[in-house]
């Protein structure tokens, strides 16, 4: 069974410091996506990486992809309070693309 | 183009009752999902479907019923509610290729009491 395991669980940080979320796996994934969800709607799409090694910069959010396919990371700079919300990671196989595999999420409260 | 719609947005059900919750999306999408979101946590699959009549299980498919007669609609039935259904669920739909974006309604908030 493919696992994610998104770390830190909660993270609450002042407006302007920086933070860094994990999200980890034993198992390769053909590509991973991170999604936002604010309170109240539906995750939405921030990025897909799909090559090991590859960074993609989206504003002050930087997503890196493992080397080994394996993990993922998104640093955030500088936070502001509208970056609070659940920040969820998802893989995706080619060996089995009907669903994705969903991390369990990191919840990031940035404080004014 | 409306995306992924839900219908209701809330309701209150007594143990025992059932009820259905609506899914439409207009993306022509053949993969659609139902999750569930308790709070404070992360989604948990209940059934999914990659095209018409054709559904399979997730992770906590008890308790639960799907169908799918058309491409566009996916109603995940609940019999005989119980407290443990209370919960926030969403519905997702998305392509066949590996990087395409799930897209998300915007939930229906059930109570169960």
């Known amino acids: 069974t493919q696992l994610l395991e998104q770390s830190p669980q909660f993270l609450s940080i002042q407006e302007g410091e920086n933070l860094t979320v994990y999200c980890n796996s034993s198992s390769v994934f053909s590509s991973l996506q991170w999604y936002r969800q604010e309170p109240g709607e539906g995750p939405v799409l921030l990025v897909t990486?799909?090559?090991g090694g590859e960074v993609k910069k989206l504003k002050r959010l930087t997503f890196q992809f493992g080397d080994a396919r394996k993990d993922s990371s998104l640093h955030i700079t500088a936070a502001q309070p509208g970056d609070t919300g659940l920040y969820l990671c998802a893989g995706n196989n080619a060996g089995n693309n009907r669903k994705l595999i969903w991390g369990l999420g990191t919840s990031l409260a940035v404080n004014p | 183009n409306a995306g992924v719609t839900q219908t209701p947005k809330f309701r209150i059900l007594k143990i025992g009752q059932s009820m259905t919750l609506q899914c439409t999306q207009d993306?022509?999408?053949?993969?659609m999902y139902w999750y569930r979101q308790d709070p404070g946590m992360g989604l948990k699959l209940i059934y999914y479907s990659v095209g018409a009549g054709i559904t399979d299980k997730g992770e906590v498919p008890n308790g639960y019923n799907v169908s799918r007669s058309t491409t566009e609609d996916f109603p995940l039935r609940l019999e005989l509610a119980a407290p443990s259904q209370t919960s926030v669920y969403f519905c997702?739909?998305?392509?066949?290729?590996?990087?395409?974006?799930?897209?998300f309604g915007p939930g229906t908030r059930l109570t169960v009491l």
């Open positions: 997702a739909s998305r392509g066949a290729s590996l990087t395409d974006t799930q897209y």
């Open positions: 990486v799909v090559t």
């Open positions: 993306m022509n999408h053949n993969y």
